[in-house]
């Protein structure tokens, strides 16, 4: 079983930057598919980004184009988000989820198709 723990989150101002880690622990990253979520006040868990488990395919969702870039280091075991030009809007919680599968450029985008979650990071932008 593998374990996510988040970081990084923090109360930022709106137009700064801010980098998210998660790590992981128990197996390879190279055995999951790897997303980022993040669930604003008020509102159902969103899909932010995801990786597939090659790592040579990222999708992310049209409000964070331009913005936000994953990235992993398979040294570390560790994924990043890095979010730049941060916007009220972008206030939430941040999970990290892993999916394990065998397909290697599949990109899961829904939240029930992920089966381990880290327990989240509060990102708060304010102006």
């Known amino acids: 079983q593998v374990q996510l723990v988040e970081s990084g989150g923090r109360l930022v101002q709106a137009g700064e930057s801010l980098r998210l880690s998660c790590a992981v622990s128990g197996r390879t990253l190279s055995s999951y598919a790897l997303a980022w979520f993040r669930q604003p006040p008020g509102k159902d868990r969103e899909f932010v980004t995801a990786t597939s488990r090659s790592g040579t395919s990222t999708d992310y969702a049209d409000s964070v184009k331009g913005r936000f870039t994953a990235a992993r280091d398979s040294v570390k075991n560790t994924v990043y988000l890095q979010i730049n030009n941060l916007k009220p809007e972008d206030t939430a919680v941040y999970y990290c989820?892993?999916?394990?599968?065998?397909?290697?450029?599949?990109?899961?985008?829904?939240?029930?198709?992920?089966?381990?979650w880290g327990q989240g990071t509060q990102v708060t932008v304010f102006t």
């Open positions: 989820a892993a999916k394990a599968i065998g397909r290697l450029y599949y990109i899961p985008r829904q939240t029930s198709e992920y089966g381990d």
